[in-house]
């Protein structure tokens, strides 16, 4: 059963501290994206990724680092220079890098900030 | 700058009566529009698209209708059913030359549907 996973699905984070949350897909999907969502807000893209090794910043990509080894993975790395992490954070694949293509979405990671 | 807006945060609607969301955007440059539902603690889900060649695109009981002129789209679910609670995000791609990392969403409308 294809889909995309996404782990854990709720996670604290202490202050100065880097959390990683992750992300693994098997739809054989050549695009990744990460967005975040904050209540009441739209989704923003924090990072996207067209082919492994390769990433781009997207629209709020300050404190956040990624890394594309894997074709099925794409896990978001929240570093201590974001300071305000609290959000719920949501992994996202397409087949390929063009227009009308659909994104298909994991189920989501809540972080909070103790 | 919004480039995607939905005016509404919050709709109620009676079970079987028709949901009509809005959306309106600022980008000439949009030419293709898609429509998620989200559940809460979960993913959005893809519900409907429509090109801008179009103006009408019809799923079940689903239906987008775009109008290019005054740059907005609406969906429209009949008959609303419980289940189609939920919130639902407009968004628009093309505007950056086909860059489907800049997948521009809305704010969303929470869909109320009561029995």
């Known amino acids: 059963d294809g889909g995309i996973t996404q782990s854990p699905k709720y996670l604290f984070r202490k202050e100065g501290q880097n959390v990683t949350l992750s992300c693994e897909q098997n739809l054989n999907h050549d695009a990744m994206y990460w967005y975040r969502q904050d209540p009441g807000q739209g989704l923003r893209l924090i990072y996207y990724?067209?082919?492994?090794?390769?990433?781009q910043k997207g629209d709020i990509a300050e404190g956040y680092s990624v890394s594309r080894e894997k074709k099925e993975s794409f896990p978001l790395t929240v570093t201590s220079a974001q300071k305000n992490p609290t959000a719920f954070y949501l992994c996202?694949?397409?087949?390929?890098?063009?227009?009308?293509?659909?994104?298909?979405f994991g189920s989501g990671t809540q972080l909070s900030v103790l | 700058d919004q480039q995607v807006k939905q005016n509404s945060p919050s709709l109620s609607v009676q079970e079987g009566r028709i949901s009509i969301l809005n959306c309106d955007y600022t980008n000439s440059m949009f030419d293709y529009f898609l429509w998620y539902k989200k559940y809460p603690a979960e993913g959005p889900t893809f519900l409907i698209s429509?090109?801008?060649?179009?103006d009408k695109n019809e799923d079940g009981r689903f239906t987008v209708f775009l109008n290019k002129s005054a740059k907005h789209l609406s969906l429209h679910i009949v008959p609303s059913q419980p289940g189609d609670s939920a919130v639902y995000f407009c968004a628009a791609s093309g505007g950056y030359g086909g860059s489907q990392g800049n997948l521009i969403f809305g704010k969303g409308t929470k869909l109320s549907v009561k029995p």
């Open positions: 429509i090109s801008s060649i179009k």
């Open positions: 990724s067209q082919i492994v090794n390769d990433f």
């Open positions: 996202a694949s397409s087949i390929g890098w063009t227009d009308n293509e659909k994104l298909f």
